[in-house]
């Protein structure tokens, strides 16, 4: 298993900004370069969604709720995953995972609490 560790989360007014990073400190760059990431979303009493995932060595792609607000990237060299958000809604609000499967095993950060209040 991977060791993903994520940072960020907290506590903003609706059309506020948070920016989440997914740091993996146990991977080598090479490997780090070549994998598809994403992030992921679990509102309280709804199923964890998709929101972002980026391809290795391609753009972004994002779920419709938040296209145009929210901007995935990440840093070879930091070897870190990142979640600009912006625009925040309400419903936005939950816990956010970053994810990579690698070598078929599913890898998740611990999470980290978003909460959006209008």
């Known amino acids: 298993q991977l060791r993903l560790v994520e940072s960020g989360g907290g506590n903003v007014q609706a059309g506020g900004s948070l920016t989440l990073s997914c740091a993996f400190p146990t991977t080598i760059l090479s490997t780090f370069t070549g994998m598809d990431m994403a992030w992921y979303r679990q509102a309280p009493g709804k199923d964890r969604e998709l929101v972002a995932s980026?391809?290795?060595?391609?753009?972004?792609n994002y779920v419709d709720s938040v296209k145009g607000r929210f901007t995935i990237s990440k840093d070879n060299r930091k070897r870190t995953l990142y979640l600009q958000m912006n625009s925040l809604k309400p419903e936005d609000t939950g816990v956010y995972y970053c994810?990579?499967?690698?070598?078929?095993?599913?890898?998740w950060g611990q999470g980290t609490q978003v909460t959006v209040s209008s």
């Open positions: 994810n990579t499967n690698w070598r078929g095993q599913t890898n």
């Open positions: 980026i391809p290795s060595g391609r753009e972004g």
